[in-house]
C-alpha cells in the first residue's frame, strides 16, 4: 500500500472516532443523499431522487462523489443524511454511520470482485498471471476495486508497487473497465455486479474484456445513513426502500439499476470485509490466494 493510500485510510480511520451529536433536519429542509459511481446512467439518479421525494413526502437533493473518503467526509461533517457507499467505506466508517438497507442483486446480498484484462489475452487465470501490468484500481477506500487484490497480494508477499509495473486509479467503476477494453490498462479489478450489467447492456468497452478471477462473496454496497440521524427518519428511509419492489414506481427505480430489492441489511454480511481490511491494516495475517480468488 502506497503513502497515499494509507493516509486516506487512515483518515478515514481517524473519522470515526469524533464524537456524535444528535440531529434532526429543519422544516422545508431537503434530504441530502449521496451517491458515487453505483449510478449506470444519469437517469438512475433522477428516478432515485423522484421516487424518494414521493415515498418521503420531503425534498431530496441527490449529491454525486467523486470518491468514497468525500462521502464519508460529507456524511460525518452532517453534509449528507444517507448514501449508497461500498462496503469498506462502511467498514472503516462504523463509528459515525450505521445500515439503513442493503440492495438485492438476483435476491441475495451479495457481491464479487473481478479480476479482468482484454478479452484477446485468453492465457491469464489468475492474477498471479497479471505480473508486470499496467493495473487500474477503481478507489483506494473500494473493496472490490482495491482491497481483494492488495489483499490477495499479501498473501504472494507482495504489495502493488513491487507486483505491477504500473497502477493508477479511475476513481469509477466503469471507468476500470473502459481503461482495460481500450488498452489504456492490462488489467483491472471491478465489482462484479457492475461488469454484469454492463455485459448485459453490451457495453462495448466491457465487450472487449474478460474474467479473468472472481473473488469469494462479500456483503454489497449498502445504503447508510449518519448515526446522528433522528431515528424517526431513518427508520422512514429504511421503510421505503425495503418496500419498493411493492410498487410500480419502486419496481421501477429497481429495474433501472438491475436489482430485484432491498434487503434488511446484518452486520454479519461485512465480516468478511473486515476480515481483509485487517489484513490491510496489518492486524491479520494474510489469507491465503485460495480464499480470495477463484478461477472465471
Known amino acids: ?53 414521493n415515498q418521503l413526502g420531503m425534498p431530496v437533493q441527490i449529491l454525486q462523489k467523486s470518491s468514497y473518503q468525500e462521502a464519508l467526509e460529507a456524511l460525518r461533517s452532517d453534509e449528507m443524511e444517507a448514501a449508497w457507499i461500498c462496503g469498506f467505506p462502511y467498514v472503516v466508517a462504523r463509528g459515525f454511520v450505521r445500515l439503513c438497507a442493503q440492495p438485492g442483486w438476483h435476491g441475495q446480498p451479495w457481491y464479487r470482485s473481478y479480476l479482468i484484462t482484454g478479452a484477446a489475452r485468453t492465457q491469464a487465470h489468475s492474477i498471479v498471471d497479471l505480473r508486470g501490468d499496467v493495473f487500474a484500481f477503481d478507489d483506494p ?28 486509479y479511475t476513481y469509477s467503476l466503469h471507468k476500470v473497465v473502459e481503461a482495460v477494453g481500450s488498452g489504456l490498462a492490462d488489467s483491472g479489478t471491478v465489482d462484479g455486479y457492475i461488469w454484469e450489467v454492463l455485459m448485459k447492456r453490451q457495453s462495448q468497452a466491457a465487450l472487449k474484456t474478460r474474467i479473468v478471477a472472481k473473488s469469494r462473496h462479500y456483503g454489497f454496497p449498502p445504503v447508510v445513513t449518519r448515526k446522528n440521524l433522528d431515528t424517526a427518519l431513518h427508520t422512514r428511509l429504511q421503510s421505503v426502500l425495503l418496500s419498493a419492489k411493492n410498487d410500480v414506481q419502486g419496481r421501477g427505480l429497481l429495474r433501472s439499476l438491475d436489482l430485484q430489492d432491498f434487503l434488511l441489511p446484518q452486520e454479519s454480511w461485512f465480516d468478511g470485509i473486515a476480515e481483509l481490511a485487517r489484513v490491510l491494516d496489518g492486524t491479520h495475517s494474510p489469507i491465503p490466494l485460495s480464499a480470495i480468488y477463484a478461477s472465471a
Request: hydrophobic share 45%; aromatic share 12%; charged share 15%.
Open 1 to 53: 500500500m502506497n503513502r497515499r493510500d494509507l493516509l486516506g485510510f487512515s483518515a478515514s480511520l481517524a473519522l470515526s472516532s469524533l464524537p456524535l451529536r444528535a440531529q434532526t433536519l429543519p422544516r422545508g429542509a431537503a434530504f441530502r443523499f449521496g451517491v458515487t459511481d453505483v449510478f449506470l446512467h444519469d437517469g438512475a439518479i433522477h428516478l432515485w431522487q423522484d421516487y424518494l421525494q
Open 141 to 168: 477506500l473500494s473493496n472490490s476495486g482495491y482491497l481483494v487484490p492488495v489483499v490477495a497480494l499479501r498473501a504472494l508477499g507482495q504489495t502493488p508497487q513491487s507486483f505491477f509495473r504500473r497502477t493508477f
